[in-house]
């Protein structure tokens, strides 16, 4: 079965400090790997994905992912945070063969403080 | 260009009432997807649909859903007898094609609210 895990509700971090927003997989076979970000009232916005290749992924507004095999994770990185990133971001897994939709996590809510 | 477009933004409909969500996908998109965000449970996947092919309907809660697409095109979700736990945000998503690696592409949703 496939399932997608971000263990953390919600993150917390400092205008202008790194930040990680963590998740890890389980899929049948190899992975393609998605974040998404969403704003209030807003629908998801796609940020990056692994599909093959170079393991850390290079997205939108500075964000990068790398992806780990060996620990199934995908975990979500910005060097430096702004507060307008504060939003509640997914994870998101599509195995390469069989299931048609993609399986979230619960997402994750960064507050970054001024 | 145009991104995906929702309609309503927001019902508020009574228990037992049908309501119809609606979505245009982005021009050229052939694959769509609806699914539902419900508040602490994430995003579940409803059905989905690829040009001509048979919907996937794996995702459907119950058979008082339904959905269809018409040219390929707009997709309408129907709810029929809504029920309180059918509140929710339903997001509908597109996609170039059929391959796997394709990035869904996410409307603003609708706000379903039974009361």
């Known amino acids: 079965a496939q399932s997608v895990a971000q263990p953390e509700d919600q993150v917390n971090v400092a205008e202008g400090n790194p930040l990680t927003v963590k998740c890890t997989y389980s899929?049948?076979?190899?992975?393609?790997l998605f974040w998404y970000v969403q704003y209030p009232n807003r629908g998801l916005q796609f940020l990056l994905k692994?599909?093959?290749?170079?393991?850390l992924v290079k997205g939108s507004y500075g964000f990068e992912a790398e992806f780990n095999k060996s620990q199934t994770s995908f975990h979500l990185k910005k060097p430096s945070a702004l507060v307008s990133d504060s939003a509640l971001y997914f994870c998101?897994?599509?195995?390469?063969?069989?299931?048609?939709?993609?399986?979230f996590g619960t997402g994750t809510r960064l507050t970054v403080i001024p | 260009g145009a991104g995906v477009s929702q309609s309503p933004s927001n019902k508020v409909t009574e228990k037992g009432k049908d309501v119809e969500l609606r979505c245009d996908p982005i021009?050229?998109?052939?694959?769509l997807y609806w699914y539902r965000q419900s508040l602490g449970q994430g995003l579940e996947f409803l059905i989905y649909?690829?040009?001509?092919?048979?919907?996937?309907k794996s995702g459907l809660p119950s058979d008082r859903f339904s959905a269809e697409r018409t040219g390929g095109s707009v997709s309408t979700l129907t709810i029929q007898r809504t029920q309180q736990e059918d509140s929710a945000v339903y997001l509908c998503?597109?996609?170039?094609?059929?391959?796997?690696?394709?990035?869904?592409?996410f409307g603003p949703g609708t706000r379903l609210l039974v009361l």
């Open positions: 998503a597109s996609s170039w094609g059929l391959a796997f690696r394709e990035t869904q592409y």
């Open positions: 692994y599909i093959t290749g170079d393991n």
């Open positions: 899929v049948s076979g190899n992975p393609y």
């Open positions: 021009s050229g998109h052939t694959a």
């Open positions: 649909f690829q040009g001509n092919s048979a919907p996937d």
């Open positions: 998101a897994v599509r195995p390469q063969t069989g299931a048609n939709n993609l399986f």
